[in-house]
């Protein structure tokens, strides 16, 4: 019997030797069958790999292949001690998952991710199958202490540090939310005229006026323009909540203010 075992884990070696193929290689599988736990995979050889059909679910459960698709796997060993080929997902998502990582820390790009659970001076954050971490600071455009919790949302991120070597990833909805604001604003402010009549409400005031939101972005309301009559403090003529008319008299589309 273990001269049988000898013959076919040599056969198995050789079939691989020739593909050049070691343990912990990348290598492309097609899909033939999708169980209840297993998913069978044609990797080229004479025998199929099998790998557990939880490797193969995202971060919201769900399958991601059907049969037929293409995946990439690791191959974990050449004989797992039956004779068959061990192969695994998990770690060839790992893989993808790094890459792309390091792609958006480099690019600036977004990547989505589900937030776990709350620990000290955060929350940790997965993103697919990574651990991230996703400071407190960095949450809320507004900064301080009282940020939400966030536990099970599904969000997207900036990735604002990235360090492989030492597991290190720190993520950003802080920055997302300050690049989709800025974009607001400037839609906001492309289709604006001098000119226009705004209903806004006040939401500041300070000694020179007072500043009004008028649904996109505040404008300033110089204390002069507050009244047809001199005044010299602006709270004798609004508070904080008013609802106001007021006319666009000046954009500077740089500096991202409006004078009304």
Known sequence: MKDTEKVLKD???KSFSEFNLVQGSLVKASVLEIGKKWVTLDVGFKSDGLVPLEEFQDHKNGIEIEVGDETEVILDALDDGFGEIRLSREKARKQETWDKLEKAHSDGEYVEAKVTNKVK???TVFVDLVKAFLPGSLIDPKGGKDYPDLTGQTLEFKVMKFDKKRTNIVLSRKAHLEEEMSEERQGFLDDLQVGDVKEGKISSIVSFGAFVDIGGMDGLVHVSELSW?????????????????????????????ISS
Do not use: C, Q, S, Y
């Not at 004798?236 to 500077?252: F, N, R, S, W």
């Open 11 to 13: 056969l198995i070696d």
């Open 121 to 123: 001076g955060g929350f």
């Open 229 to 257: 009559r001199h005044v010299e403090n602006p709270n004798e003529i609004v508070k904080v909540g008013d609802a106001v008319t007021v006319k666009v008299l000046e954009i500077d589309n740089d500096k991202e203010r």
